[in-house]
């Protein structure tokens, strides 16, 4: 059974600074692997979406880097913004198409 | 396309009744995924379709929760003799256009349930 962790479950650093955010799996037989923000009380957004053959994907000041050997994907937030506060949660895709989610980082950007 | 819709966005209910939630997917998605999510945790899977067919159910979804998608297309989530342990955000989400899983997932706003 896939089980996903996200480290750490909460976080808060000072605007203007670079942070890492991290995700780990248990299974290494992904499909790919998504990161969505989600604020309070609202549906998921997705970030980026890495597939299985790829090493990273990058979206603005987002860069997201899978290793799916080792289980592990890092979502890099560069010069961090007060509007960046949210949750962000990993989700991965096995065979079975079903998504299985980290219990999510709860990040809060200090202006 | 103005992506996964969900109605109604918060519905409040009391212990007993019967409620049912609307997602419509994204119009060229044959895959249709029911979500539940509770407080400081991360999204769990209930039921997914392709296309008309339920393929697969969780454990978590017991007798009281059935879902459909008549034609393919929008699907209806409903909650019979509602418990408190219901109270939860339910979220869609579709897949599959023409690239398949290649394009990941859309989810919708989700549905806050609360039961009093």
């Known amino acids: 059974k896939q089980e996903v962790t996200q480290i750490p479950a909460a976080l808060s650093v000072p605007e203007g600074e670079n942070l890492v955010l991290n995700c780990s799996f248990t299974?290494?037989?992904?499909?790919?692997l998504q990161w969505f923000r989600q604020d309070p009380g609202k549906g998921l957004t997705s970030l980026l979406l890495?597939?299985?053959?790829?090493r990273e994907q990058t979206s603005g000041r987002l860069n997201a880097s899978l290793d799916k050997s080792s289980g592990r994907s890092t979502l890099y937030i560069a010069a961090s913004q007060p509007g960046d506060s949210a949750t962000y949660l990993c989700?991965?895709?096995?065979?079975?198409?079903?998504?299985?989610f980290g219990t999510g980082t709860r990040l809060t950007i200090i202006p | 396309d103005t992506g996964v819709s969900q109605n109604p966005r918060h519905k409040i209910t009391k212990r007993g009744q019967n409620v049912t939630f609307r997602c419509d997917p994204i119009?060229?998605?044959?895959?249709l995924y029911w979500y539940r999510q509770t407080l400081g945790q991360g999204p769990e899977f209930l039921t997914y379709?392709?296309?008309?067919?339920?393929?697969?159910k969780s454990r978590l979804l017991s007798d009281r929760f059935s879902a459909e998608r008549p034609k393919g297309s929008f699907s209806t989530l409903e909650i019979q003799r509602t418990e408190q342990g219901d109270s939860a955000m339910y979220l869609c989400?579709?897949?599959?256009?023409?690239?398949?899983?290649?394009?990941?997932?859309?989810f919708g706003s989700g549905t806050r349930l609360t039961v009093v």
């Open positions: 989400a579709s897949s599959g256009g023409p690239r398949g899983m290649r394009d990941g997932y859309t």
């Open positions: 299974d290494s037989a992904i499909y790919n």
């Open positions: 890495i597939q299985s053959s790829q």
């Open positions: 989700a991965v895709a096995s065979g079975n198409e079903k998504l299985t």
């Open positions: 119009s060229e998605h044959n895959r």
């Open positions: 379709f392709q296309n008309e067919a339920q393929l697969e």
